[in-house]
């Protein structure tokens, strides 16, 4: 699954629309050259319709938001929808401000995504107005674990159903989530959390492969997951003394230029339940 | 001839003015210092002409536009003008929208451009209003190849001579125009087009060379096309098992940090048509 | 001192907003996450105050300005004052234009900063409304060197004083006052220069440093600029042929990553006078 997934990406190399922060930009795109999709950048309200109609998936991140860049996620959003595009959000910070809750309100209420990834946090936001976190990263007390699984998995599958999606909740376990299937996923390595971007780097990924495996949306969002976490894993056995966040951060976009199906296959650790 | 150009650059070190994308600024900041010249940018129509007259170079670059920044582009291209500083036009991904070529449209009519730079399909768009291709990439179809050389130089030279430019046509096989003669640059690496970015690193590296040669600006181009280009293929050479696009970025700005005028004469491959 | 206040940072983990240019942002994300701090950053008017509100300090950035993001800067910096909140001034290139010394003034007029960085040709200009620079780099004849030392250190004093505030002028050597003493800091690597946004990367560490260490503001600053001065120096040793001003980069926030109290305090070579 995960390496045929792979390879569809790498055989299409879909164009991929990312609205996204100024922070991770330049991340999101080579990220996107890595993995053999082609990406594309544009925020004007003005061309964002034209941008998105000759892409293959569109991918939304809250990010640095402002006026102009919420109405260019709109305008965009409702094109790919009436194009049959993936459309893939990624509520960056949504608690840390009711701006964000507000925005992130209006974009799920107009557009229907493909995907939605954030950590456990951003995902309570999304579903309650409120959670432990008021920043970008996930609130020790919503914390996804192998205690709480059995709790967690159901809410996210109601949440599935209910927003008609996928769901990807990262953190130290992740989740891929459909209404009626749930990927335990165990890779990853807990360095990547001092690295800026890992979150929108996956998100990216995640519309990439969604873009190639249109008829598979769980299977190519959980081969996103799996691949970026294996690619951290990787990317950490390259570290030698004196390496920092930065050479990982590289390390890790670089193991996702060179994998291949059958190394993914053989690396990714998960379940399904 | 391209060691006096590029040592004159080193020499000189001209400050550059860039208006550019948010997703390679940082990149484009950096190429810039890698070749010794001083990076700013500013982009709010308040401030763009100033900035522009303490400079020795403008560039100007279409990616992620917006009407607030193209106003500036269209400030600080005029009052270059005024000035007689070198102004560099880089028109990303022009065929992706309308609202890139009405831009496009009228930078050309505003500015006269000392430069222009893109790849074969933004250009043709730029002649014609259209090309094949949507994106940033250019369309295979409208690829430079040994066997229509022939076609596309006189082609060019005809836009030179219409537009009263210099013209840089990257691809495998990059051209460099005035209405007279072009330079067929046989530099590169093919991997370079995993990198984002290099084509705005590449019109940046533009400016700076046309800024520090202005009375031959034609050679100053060819240096900056051979630069790029061998720079990419002494960075290839550094890669080892586990590297990929990221070191790759990295090490292709290293190689211009280091590159000298012996080295480059050593290294470019060109002919003159 | 330097080890304490390093390893109260590591300890307390601020989460520190940073309202900044959109050309190094990445850069000083990443900064942040090695020297342990949460990043955030947000920069429209409707989120600013609620963001800062949820942060442990703010770091305003005069790059790239615009009428959007210096309003947002007023919000968040009146905010973080009525919280006792650390804020941080890095007045990039405010010498370039008319429009970032008014932006500057205002900002200083409204908001209390905690500590202001920059070069002394900025601090120049923020002080008379003009320098010997026009770029974001300092002008030679404003340099601060042995020489001018016992005419510089007064006059910083002075400005302390009457802004009430931490003074970080940088340069080959460094200086960290307020009204009554300086820091000469002696660490650092020339070869910094040609590294993009070191400026903007110290501001945020100073930010990071301030938060975590209250009640000693001028010691937290004086440590954030050995840090960052020695971490140039880790890394240049780091250096290898062929690499150039991108590695080296990398190398200087990989040294911050893995920077102990005791390796700082034994690196630090400064004097108090």
Request: charged share 0%; aromatic share 14%.
């Given at each position: 699954m995960l390496k045929e997934c792979l390879e569809n990406l790498e055989k299409i190399s879909p164009r991929i629309h990312s609205i996204t922060n100024y922070v991770t930009a330049n991340d999101v795109a080579n990220l996107l050259l890595a993995c053999k999709a082609k990406p594309i950048m544009a925020d004007a309200e003005q061309e964002v319709e034209e941008v998105t109609a000759v892409c293959s998936g569109l991918n939304l991140n809250l990010g640095t938001p402002n006026d102009q860049k919420v109405s260019a996620m709109l305008l965009a959003g409702k094109r790919a929808n009436q194009l049959g595009l993936p459309v893939v959000f990624d509520p960056v910070g949504?608690?840390?401000?009711v701006y964000r809750k507000q925005a992130a309100a209006k974009l799920m209420q107009e557009i229907s995504f493909t995907a939605i990834r954030g950590n456990i946090s951003e995902i309570k936001t999304l579903a309650?107005?409120?959670?432990?976190?008021?920043?970008?990263d996930a609130a020790v007390a919503d914390a996804v674990t192998k205690e709480n699984l059995e709790q967690v998995i159901p809410f996210l599958k109601v949440l599935c159903s209910r927003w008609n999606t996928v769901l990807v909740a990262s953190g130290e376990i992740d989740l891929v989530c459909d209404g009626k299937q749930c990927f335990v996923i165990y890779n990853g390595?807990?360095?990547?959390?001092?690295?800026?971007g890992t979150g929108c780097q996956l998100s990216a990924l995640l519309t990439a492969l969604m873009a190639a495996n249109p008829y598979t949306p769980l299977q190519a969002a959980a081969t996103a997951v799996c691949l970026m976490g294996y690619a951290g894993e990787v990317a950490w056995k390259h570290m030698k003394a004196g390496d920092g966040n930065i050479t990982y951060r590289g390390r890790i976009i670089d193991a996702i230029f060179n994998m291949t199906g059958e190394m993914l296959e053989e690396g990714a650790r998960f379940e399904l339940r």
């Open positions: 949504v608690g840390g401000s309650f107005g409120n959670s432990n976190s008021y920043g970008v390595n807990s360095a990547m959390q001092y690295v800026t």
